[in-house]
């Protein structure tokens, strides 16, 4: 479907030409646009500044070599990307990610949304991502560091904590951030935070760990208050993945009364009916690196299905989608409208297909979206940075209260601009224009370099 506003046409058509190829990009691109149109209503001199030119377009794109030796002594080569997009409102900030399905649509699709996701926090960051196809699973210790050595040879040289300053994201855990950090401190001889998701005997902030799953509840918890007068307690809750997000999603609503019968891995899905034990899914997936399919030998009742998409078949109250991007399509979304879910907020970066979403609105299904509802991770990176500046260490209780205040902020934010620009309880919509109005008047006070 075309845009209703001939400008933003262009500029959508503009992004497709010079990015074939790229659906993610140019998906994360259509939906940021889609959301202007309001804007561009209110105020159509916006199209005069060229900043929506601007905004879609990268500062920067950098694309590296990475060559490694594996256990057997054979020369691996890997792709490396960094992609620097927006910095009118701070150092470049975003995550690493290694994944096999890493490329360059996807690296741009999240340093897209990276920018309005960080603008949102209401901290002082740019938006940037960066990764690799290398992929972790089944790689020993050494060739993981080895890996993160090599990556860190070429990289350190596009970043700095005033520059650009990298996280986890998937594949990207406490493990790789050392590796990572230790090689870029050989380089420049200089301890400084460029890093953050850092260990905490090196400058890593408390609840970092627990941080976007946490914060996807507490902003979960706002929108069911505000939207539906309603709450966690009791609810029963599907979560998508068993990585970090989706450990600490599941950690944080269980705390807050709700029942967690599902979470998965790329390759299956358990259901436990009586809710999920978070011991058995941390000790498996944290300490030995393990199979979600290994719940079942600890907890007998609970089941496994192979094949990860079915979880969005299992009844629940609120669907925490927490693994990787269009995990949840159309059909999917049918399913869980049919079982009655109220609520569906995003743990995970673009998990929704364009259809999905449209659905769940449709359906009056509440709708947190990425960009707001798993900001609790860049903010609390962000809180690392100034606690690495300050050279201080908050407590855990009061970094997870800035987080809780933050997610409770967001959520608001992106509440009052769906009012503001005439579709009230559009999150989608709020939270893209929220976060750009903000780069937007940055930019727009930074100047044009000609
Ligand atoms: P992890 O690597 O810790 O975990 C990822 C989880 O998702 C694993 O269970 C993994 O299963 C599953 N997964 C990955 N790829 C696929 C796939 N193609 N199909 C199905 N399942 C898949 O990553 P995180 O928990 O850190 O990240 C999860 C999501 O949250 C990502 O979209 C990330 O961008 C987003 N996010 C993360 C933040 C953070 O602070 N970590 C912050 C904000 C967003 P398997 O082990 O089988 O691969």
């Not at 005439?422 to 930019?443: C, R, S, T, Y």
Request: charged letters at 20%; one cysteine or more; hydrophobic letters at 40%.
């Amino acid at each position: 479907m075309g845009f209703k506003n001939s400008y933003l046409q262009g500029v959508y058509d503009t992004v497709q030409r010079r990015n074939p190829g790229e659906p993610e990009f140019l998906q994360a691109v259509r939906e940021v646009l889609e959301s202007f149109e309001p804007v561009l209503e209110k105020r159509p001199q916006l199209a005069d500044t060229g900043i929506i030119d601007r905004i879609v377009e990268p500062e920067r794109f950098v694309t590296f070599r990475v060559s490694w030796v594996d256990d057997s002594g054979k020369v691996q080569v890997n792709r490396g990307y960094r992609v620097q997009f927006n910095s009118a409102i701070g150092p470049y900030k975003g995550g690493l990610r290694l994944h096999p399905s890493v490329n360059s649509s996807v690296i741009k699709f999240l340093g897209f949304e990276q920018v309005f996701k960080n603008s949102l926090t209401g901290l002082p960051m740019g938006g940037a991502k960066g990764g690799s196809d290398f992929d972790p699973k089944g790689k020993s210790d050494g060739e993981i560091m080895r890996f993160c050595q090599s990556f860190m040879t070429e990289l350190y040289r596009h970043i700095g904590p005033d520059t650009d300053v990298p996280a986890g994201d998937i594949g990207v855990g406490a493990r790789e951030i050392g590796y990572l950090f230790g090689q870029y401190k050989r380089i420049t001889n200089s301890f400084v935070g460029v890093l953050t998701g850092k260990g905490l005997t090196y400058g890593g902030s408390l609840a970092r760990t627990e941080a976007t799953g946490f914060g996807l509840c507490y902003f979960t918890k706002e929108m069911l208050a505000v939207m539906k007068q309603d709450s966690l307690a009791g609810k029963t809750v599907v979560i998508s993945g068993s990585g970090n997000v989706a450990i600490y999603a599941c950690q944080k609503a269980t705390e807050m009364g709700a029942k967690v019968v599902a979470m998965s891995d790329s390759n299956g899905y358990i259901h436990d009916p009586d809710g999920i034990q978070l011991k058995v899914v941390k000790e498996i997936k944290e300490v030995r690196r393990g199979r979600i399919k290994e719940y079942v030998d600890a907890v007998p009742t609970a089941s496994y299905t192979e094949g990860c998409r079915g979880i969005w078949g299992i009844p629940c109250d609120v669907a925490l989608p927490c693994a990787t991007q269009n995990e949840l399509d159309g059909a999917d979304a049918d399913k869980l409208i049919a079982n009655g879910v109220i609520a569906v907020a995003e743990g995970a970066n673009m998990p929704s297909t364009p259809e999905a979403i449209a659905k769940f609105r449709q359906a009056g299904v509440l709708f947190g979206p990425a960009k707001a509802a798993n900001a609790g991770g860049v903010a609390t990176s962000g809180l690392e940075m100034c606690q690495n500046s300050m050279r201080y260490s908050w407590t855990f209780a009061e970094v997870d209260e800035k987080l809780r205040d933050i997610m409770v902020g967001i959520f608001h934010s992106a509440y009052n601009a769906s009012q503001e620009f005439g579709d009230a309880g559009n999150l989608v919509l709020g939270a893209n224009v929220a976060g750009f109005l903000k780069v937007a008047d940055a930019m727009k006070w930074q100047g044009v370099a000609y």
